[in-house]
Nanobody
Framework: QVRLVESGGGSVQAGGSLRLSCVVSGYNIRRNCLGWFRQAPGKEREGVAN????????IYADAVKGRFTISRDNDKKTIYLQMNSLKPEDTGMYYC????WGNGALVAAAYDYWGQGTQVTVSS
């Protein structure tokens, strides 16, 4: 059974940083596709970043390029999202997700497994 558990969310002021973690079990993170998504109240879930295959292919949404970094630790079966220079518009529930095969890029509907989310709130 695939399970994803996020942590690391919180409340910060604009310009601050947070690092989200997602521990994955029942799934081989070494070769497969994992992503971070977020959802603000009243808005659709949107892709933030993804990491794919052993070549460390990564994709970022334009809104977070240069500020967020996705990475993974295969030994700890964990993926991370380092978020710097946070803005109020980054506020939302952040989810990690895994795809059974192939690269799901930043398309939420392409992912098969989801965590419960961790809340990020950025105040101005």
């Amino acid at each position: 059974q695939v399970r994803l558990v996020e942590s690391g969310g919180g409340s910060v002021q604009a310009g601050g940083s947070l690092r989200l973690s997602c521990v994955v079990s029942g799934y081989n993170i070494r070769r497969n596709c994992l992503g971070w998504f977020r959802q603000a109240p009243g808005k659709e879930r949107e892709g933030v970043a993804n990491i794919y295959d052993t070549g460390e292919t990564t994709i970022y949404a334009d809104a977070v390029k240069g500020r967020f970094t996705i990475s993974r630790d295969n030994d700890k079966k964990t993926i991370y999202l380092q978020m710097n220079s946070l803005k109020p518009e980054d506020t939302g529930m952040y989810y990690c997700a895994a795809k059974s095969w192939g690269n799901g890029a930043l398309v939420a509907a392409a992912y098969d497994y989801w965590g419960q989310g961790t809340q990020v709130t950025v105040s101005s």
